[in-house]
C-alpha cells in the first residue's frame, strides 16, 4: 500500500497522477503523490498539506481543481498517518514526537521530490494540522514557497475544558513519563464509524459520504484518537508560531481562510492571529465548518474566489 494510491467509484484519481515513497527524517517511510497540470496556462505547483487523520485520496477533488486551473499538485501523507509508515506498534494511534519531525520531513520532500519533479513557482495550501506545520516549516520555505493558503489553522483548540498553555504542561509532563504514546481520550482500536448527523466537519452529505468510503475502504488508512504525544507536540508547536519573534519575521505572504462556524479550532484566534502575522490577510467564510474544502459549494466557491485572487499574485517586498 505505501506506493498506492486508491481511486473509487465516487473519488476518481486525478489525471496524470504519479506515486511513490520518500524517506523522511530516521528513514520513516512516507507516500507521496504528484499531479502534472491539465489546463494552461501553466502556472507553477501546489503543494498540500493534509489535516491529522487525513490521507491523500481525500483531496482527489481539490486536486482535480487545481489541475483545472494550471497548477500541478504535491501531496505526502504524514509520518503516522495515512498511507505512510506508523510510529507505533498499534497504527490507530495518532502519533508525532514533535513538529520539527514534520518539518524535517517536508524539507526532504522538497529536495527529493518537489524541486527535481515539479515545476516551479511553488504555493502550499495547507489545513488544520497541515496549515499549523506550513507555519512551523515556513523559515525553512522562505525563498522557496512563495503564497501560502492556510485554512482553519490549527492554533487554538475549542471543545476543551484547559486553555492551551495548560494542555501543553500536562502533556508534556505525561509524555515526560513515558505515556506519550497512549491515547489521551478513551482508546480507539478502529477507528470510529461517524455518521452525518451532528458531525462538526462538514455541512456537505455527499462529500462527507465520499470521505467515510475511503476509510470503510480501505481501513488501513485510518488513524484512531489522538495521543498525549500527539497533542503535545501540536500545542508546542502553536505556542512557537505565537512567539513574537516568529510573528514579526515570518516572510511569506499568507492568506488565512478561517471557518465561521468551526468547533473544532477557533475561529476568533485565527481572527487575531491574522492581524499579528506579518504579511498575512484573512478571508472568514461564514458557515462554513472546519474542513472547507470537504463543504458545500457555496462555502467552496467562496475559499476558489478567495485562492484564485491570492495566488499566483505578485509577490510584495516584505522587508
Known sequence: MADQIFASAGNPLPDNAHTGTFLGKGKVKLRYARFAATGRPLKGTVLIFPGRNEAIEKYFETIGELQARGFGVAIFDWRGQGGSQRLTRNPRRGYVRSFDDHVADIERFMEHILLPDCRAPFYLIGHSTGALAALVASRKLTNRIRRMVLLAPLLTLERIPVGMATLRRATGILTWLGFGRMFLARGQRRP?????????????????????????????LGLGATTVGWVHAATVASARVHE????????????????????????????????????????????????????QDRYREQFWAAFDAFVPGEVPELA
Request: overall charge negative.
Open 192 to 220: 470510529a464509524k461517524q455518521i452525518f448527523e451532528g458531525n462538526i466537519v462538514t455541512s456537505d452529505p455527499d462529500r462527507f459520504a465520499r470521505n467515510q468510503a475511503i476509510y470503510e475502504e480501505h481501513p488501513a
Open 244 to 295: 513574537r519573534d516568529f510573528l514579526r519575521n515570518h516572510r511569506i505572504p499568507t492568506l488565512l481562510v478561517a471557518a465561521g462556524a468551526d468547533t473544532l479550532v477557533s475561529t476568533p484566534a485565527i481572527e487575531a492571529y491574522a492581524r499579528q502575522l506579518r504579511g498575512a490577510s484573512l478571508v472568514t467564510i461564514d458557515g462554513a465548518r472546519h474542513e472547507i474544502l470537504q463543504e
